[in-house]
């Protein structure tokens, strides 16, 4: 089986690199997005055919249409392998691989990287730290919650990516009342405890629950408080030998290895709390970090994570053995914000660490790399607050992502 089909989803424009390096491995590349990206700049050099979704919703009507439209396709075509490169596509990767009996990721697997209400229950039934949360099914339980726990609390979507929908709430009344407003979509929330404290990321790229390739990094300024409170997102790479660095790689190998990952990249978050000094698993995801983090990795490391999951799949699916990529360790940083000009002028960031810039409108970002850790500590501070003097412009926290 040389030459292999892949079916990627993507129903938000991302994931090109991971394309056009499946492409160039020697496989058929078929891409179902949404309807509505049809004419965005997707590397068509590497995609053999395009399936359409007039609708990227997982309500169960949109998810039948496209079991129905791959049905058809699939008599004349064969698919072996089928790839989610965002959050909202893994549901849909996981019920074709279901239907279709195509290996992978099944469903039950698929929750605990999606559903944060399975997350926190898988982690804590293998022994992983996470903070106090509850399901919101059952009154007395919410309310004895409540009374268990101080405040303040989040109450969060179960299935929403990064920080979209949650709420911040301080009393027992308060989050009864935002649980009442929820209505008959109630059983898609968690309430969970807040706690302030250190948040880092590992991006990984993992053979049967072990990581093969990891690199940790620390938020200057978490998703959240920039969703929320509409500051600047910072985040910068751990050097190799910080003891957080071990710490953060051996929990999230206990992680990755309860929740049954089998190959993929991945994305998760962890809090070393503020209270107690210990580290807590937040969150998961099954593939590449957003928010231009697999840009900062690459700065850092040498390692395009798009291409390098598009090799491990490859070799997956090939039954052959998997070599993970070099890393030549260097340190990086990321910084971006909104801004209030549709194309800013970001020539006046000069400084010779910077190594890439944003190229999208009403946004300003930089990604700088050294060998001086220190270093990026620096620039990344001054250039917050040249951004917040000359550039910077916040929005109300979206119902839905918007990348």
Aim: some cysteine.
């Amino acid at each position: 089986m040389s030459q292999l089909s892949f079916l990627c989803i993507a129903t938000y424009f991302k994931g090109q690199e991971f394309m056009r390096a499946c492409k160039e491995l020697g496989n058929t590349v078929y891409l179902l997005t949404d309807q509505k990206l049809e004419h965005d700049a997707w590397p068509r050099e590497a995609i053999d055919e395009f399936f359409f979704l007039p609708s990227p919703s997982n309500a169960t009507a949109d998810l039948d249409n496209m079991l129905m439209g791959l049905a058809h396709a699939m008599r004349a075509r064969r698919i072996d392998r089928v790839v989610a490169l965002d959050d909202f596509d893994v549901e849909k990767a996981a019920l074709i691989r279901e239907t279709f009996r195509i290996d992978g990721m099944g469903q039950t697997t698929a929750r605990y990287f999606r559903d944060k209400l399975a997350m926190r229950m898988r982690a804590q039934a293998a022994g992983i730290r996470v903070p106090a949360f509850s399901a919101i099914f059952h009154d007395e339980t919410v309310t004895q919650f409540l009374q268990t726990t101080e405040g303040p609390w989040l109450i969060k979507p179960r299935a929403e990516a990064s920080t979209t929908g949650i709420r911040k709430v301080h009393s027992l009344d308060e989050a009864w009342q935002v649980i009442h407003t929820l209505g008959n979509n109630r059983h898609n929330y968690l309430i969970e405890q807040f706690r302030p404290g250190r948040v880092y990321h590992v991006d990984s790229l993992s053979v049967e629950g072990r990581a093969m390739f990891s690199r940790a990094s620390q938020y200057l300024a978490t998703p959240m408080e920039v969703a929320h409170g509409g500051g600047v997102f910072r985040t910068m790479t751990l050097p190799n030998e910080a003891p957080d660095t071990q710490a953060l790689y051996d929990i999230n190998n206990s992680v990755l290895e309860a929740f049954g990952m089998r190959y993929s990249a991945s994305h998760s978050e962890y809090i070393r709390g503020d209270h107690d000094g210990e580290l807590y698993f937040l969150e998961t995801a099954s593939r590449v970090g957003g928010a231009h983090i697999a840009e900062m990795v690459e700065a850092a490391s040498g390692v395009n994570l798009w291409r390098e999951w598009a090799k491990l799949e490859t070799a997956m699916a090939r039954h052959e053995h998997y070599v993970p990529p070099v890393d030549e360790p260097r340190h990086a940083g990321l910084i971006v914000s909104l801004a209030r000009q549709q194309w800013p002028d970001l020539s006046g960031f000069a400084d010779e660490e910077v190594w890439w810039r944003i190229n999208k409108e009403y946004h300003v970002g930089l990604i700088i790399r050294t060998e001086d850790r220190s270093r990026i500590q620096t620039l990344l501070d001054d250039y917050m607050h040249r951004i917040y003097a000359d550039y910077h412009a916040s929005a109300p926290v979206p119902d839905k992502p918007t990348s």
